[in-house]
């Protein structure tokens, strides 16, 4: 069982998951250690290998063997991106933590520029390769994306996928990433009250392996955003959500049987065979368990609403506590 990091901290974190990238894993690692060794700073590199069949591992421990600010995990198989970086968060010693991928697209000289924007006042700063060198078939979809993430979410940040991120340690201890989510970490971050930034990055072509990433994405990313907006906008107000695609369905449902009672009354002839009645009574059915699952969720809600969230406190002012008291 992984344990904790000690409560010795260092200034940077860089986490690196990498999935068969045997031909990239040192060249990055001699760009990251040039980029780190000029800033004067402590820090430490985490490379989570997600279940490569190529050798990375090999390699990975080749550098492990001859680094002593290098830290490798492996996974048994591939679990995905979230949980490599669940567990990066979960042992980064780091008061700042980099994320990046490990295919030699993102340029670690841009690592001064993330620090500078956190010490400006940000808590996540998120990267924006702003021109993109990857096929249009990867840049649509993703414009597509990130167009509906500002809509729904109000965040004005250009390309949530990117994977080039930086974050205060508060950031990573309090979200609990899975599945596919690591591409929603801006708005679980800004839904807990931190600021998010950008800025705009280098984006090199790849030059080894492939893409990991293929069309399937498009559909986890639709359930992924229903997930998103239950843990944020309706975390506490369930009801509004099934109740708003709930009412919608009723609605749709109402419109019909009174549009089939009509012809009804008309004389139109029998309505009970028509698909159009069954369609009708099979929307109200739905709209009504839907409303039923928000009212449960309320319940829920209610039930829990003790359990407050101490991770979204950043400061505590108190005069005149009871320990205050005991102390004078």
Not at 217 to 241: E, V
Request: with cysteine; charged share 25%.
């Amino acid at each position: 069982m992984l344990q904790e990091p000690d409560e010795k901290s260092l200034d940077i974190t860089v986490i690196i998951p990498v999935l068969n990238e045997i031909d990239t894993i040192e060249p990055l690692h001699q760009r990251l250690r040039e980029s780190l060794e000029n800033l004067d700073k402590t820090y430490e590199l985490i490379f989570v290998d997600d279940g490569s069949t190529d050798g990375t591992f090999q390699k990975l421990r080749n550098i492990y063997e001859k680094d002593d600010k290098t830290k490798i995990f492996q996974f048994r198989r591939n679990f995905g991106k979230a949980e490599a970086l669940s567990i990066g968060f979960k042992m980064a010693k780091g008061d700042i933590i980099i994320t990046m991928d490990g295919d030699l697209q993102d340029d670690p000289q841009e690592i001064p520029r993330f620090l500078k924007k956190i010490e400006d006042g940000f808590d996540v700063v998120s990267g924006w390769k702003k021109t993109r060198l990857d096929p249009l078939s990867k840049r649509l979809p993703s414009k597509l994306f990130n167009k509906v993430l500002r809509i729904f979410f109000k965040i004005h940040i250009h390309d949530f996928n990117c994977g080039f991120k930086a974050y205060r340690k508060d950031v990573v201890k309090s979200i609990n990433i899975y599945g596919e989510l690591h591409r929603y970490i801006p708005v679980l971050a800004s839904a807990k009250g931190f600021s998010v930034g950008e800025l705009s990055v280098k984006h090199h072509p790849r030059e080894f392996g492939s893409s990991k990433y293929g069309a399937s994405r498009l559909l986890k990313g639709l359930f992924d955003l229903f997930t998103i907006l239950l843990l944020t906008r309706f975390k506490k107000r369930p009801l509004h959500l099934f109740g708003y695609i709930g009412s919608g369905f009723t609605g749709i449902a109402i419109i019909i049987l009174c549009y089939l009672s009509l012809l009804w009354l008309l004389g139109k002839g029998p309505i009970g065979t028509r698909p159009l009645m069954w369609l009708g009574i099979l929307l109200l059915i739905l709209g009504v368990q839907l409303f039923s699952t928000g009212i449960l969720g309320e319940l829920l809600v209610g039930l829990s609403h003790d359990n407050y969230e101490t991770n979204s406190i950043s400061t505590i002012l108190s005069h005149g506590s009871e320990r205050d008291k005991r102390q004078k």
